[in-house]
Structures are given as structure tokens and as C-alpha cells.
T-cell receptor
């Protein structure tokens, strides 16, 4: 079946370093991808998105890269800060006719050490 | 940014009772809302798609008579867990879809933690 998965369940980085969180997806028909940040006990928070006609998109301290050839998505966080500690989920938007829905990956916990 | 609220934020109930959770889009209208369920240290699992003015679309394996969804207006969707049992204890999260430019983005509520005793 369709799935969105992550390579690493936990990532530990030092404050100030760059973080890279990876995600593999299997549905080549997905046209939209999103990264969410979820802190403990809270709902997911939108970070950045990218459409399938792009391969890179930059935000404030974050960059998302999309490689459709190998169905791979990554989130890069520059100068990681303690406040970045959370679980990060990638999600792909799949369409069936006019309906669309998000499928979430398993999540990666980012731990920022001082 | 878009704001989605949920009420209550947490609830404890006895087994056999029903619990209603509200999801509101505060600063935009949402014809489509979604209900997710999340167990500890796991990902979000879509339960159903809530469509304003029509019946919800449930994912495979989700009992529609157990989890009643009503999307009464463009800013409110409710999820009622009927005859709740301990295995229904979970973190329930809603999202609302907002149309933006040429695309659409889902904004999530803060979640509702349900504990069934």
C-alpha cells in the first residue's frame, strides 16, 4: 500500500549545527508535501511545504528538498536551536478524484543538545 | 496564520459514556475538516474526512457509528465518541483545510486528550 516513511526515528544534534531529517514516500502521484513539527501534547504545526513541480523551497532557517526520482523528501534546519526539539513528520497529499488527504510518516524526534 | 481550536483540550470519562469534541476554524471558513487519532509515540492516523453539509467519509476500519461526525457549519466540526471504552483513550486531533492561492493547506488544532476509565 501507499506509505510515507522516515529513515531515522531519533536525531540528536548540537545547538548551532544544521539538522537534516529525511523521509521516503512511495506514492509517485502525490502532488504536495508538507513538513510538520509536533511538540509534546500539542497538535502538529505547519513548517514548510513543497509542490511536486519544485525540487527546493526555502523558508526561515528551513529548507525542504524534493527528489522525485528516488521519492525522497528532506527537511534541513539551519543553526538548530533548543526550541527546535520536537517530533517532525512529513506528510504527502494524495488525491483520489476530487478528494485529497494527507498521509503522515512515522516521525523523527529531534533532540537538540547544548 | 490560520487558527484552529479544539474543545475540550482534555477529558476524562467513565466507560460507556459519550464524549463530544469540537473543532473550530477561527479565522477562515473550511468546507473540509479532518479528524485524526494519535497514540503515544506514534504518527497521526486519519479517521475521517468531515465535509460541510454532507456525510463524513470514514477511513477503512473506523466505525462510523462509534465515531459520529457532524460538520454543521463552515467553521465547526464535531466528533462524538459514543459509548467510550478504555481502548478509545487517545489523542484526537482535528485539522481544517484552507484554500490559499493555487493550493490548500491543512491547519491543525491543539488536540484533545481523551482518557476513558
Amino acid at each position: 500500500g501507499e506509505s510515507v516513511g522516515l529513515h531515522l526515528p531519533t536525531l540528536s544534534v548540537q545547538e548551532g549545527d544544521n539538522s537534516i531529517i529525511n523521509c521516503a514516500y512511495s506514492n509517485s502521484a502525490s502532488d504536495y508535501f508538507i513538513w510538520y513539527k509536533q511538540e509534546s501534547g500539542k497538535g502538529p504545526q505547519f513548517i514548510i511545504d513543497i509542490r511536486s513541480n519544485m525540487d527546493k523551497r526555502q523558508g526561515q532557517r528551513v529548507t525542504v528538498l524534493l527528489n522525485k526520482t528516488v521519492k525522497h523528501l528532506s527537511l534541513q534546519i539551519a543553526a538548530t536551536q533548543p526550541g527546535d526539539s520536537a517530533v517532525y513528520f512529513c506528510a504527502e497529499n494524495g488525491r483520489t478524484g476530487t478528494a485529497s488527504k494527507l498521509t503522515f510518516g512515522t516521525g523523527t524526534r529531534l533532540q537538540v543538545t547544548l | 496564520g490560520a487558527v484552529v481550536s479544539q474543545h475540550p483540550s482534555w477529558v476524562i470519562c467513565k466507560s460507556g459514556t459519550s464524549v463530544k469534541i469540537e473543532c473550530r476554524s477561527l479565522d477562515f471558513q473550511a468546507t473540509t475538516m479532518f479528524w485524526y487519532r494519535q497514540f503515544p509515540k506514534q504518527s497521526l492516523m486519519l479517521m475521517a474526512t468531515s465535509n460541510e453539509g454532507s456525510k463524513a467519509t470514514y477511513e477503512q476500519g473506523v466505525e462510523k457509528d462509534k465515531f459520529l461526525i457532524n460538520h454543521a457549519s463552515l467553521t465547526l466540526s464535531t466528533l462524538t465518541v459514543t459509548s467510550a471504552h478504555p481502548e478509545d483513550s487517545s489523542f484526537y486531533i482535528c485539522s481544517a483545510r484552507r484554500l490559499e492561492g493555487t493550493g490548500e493547506t491543512q491547519y491543525f488544532g491543539p488536540g484533545t486528550r481523551l482518557l476513558v476509565l
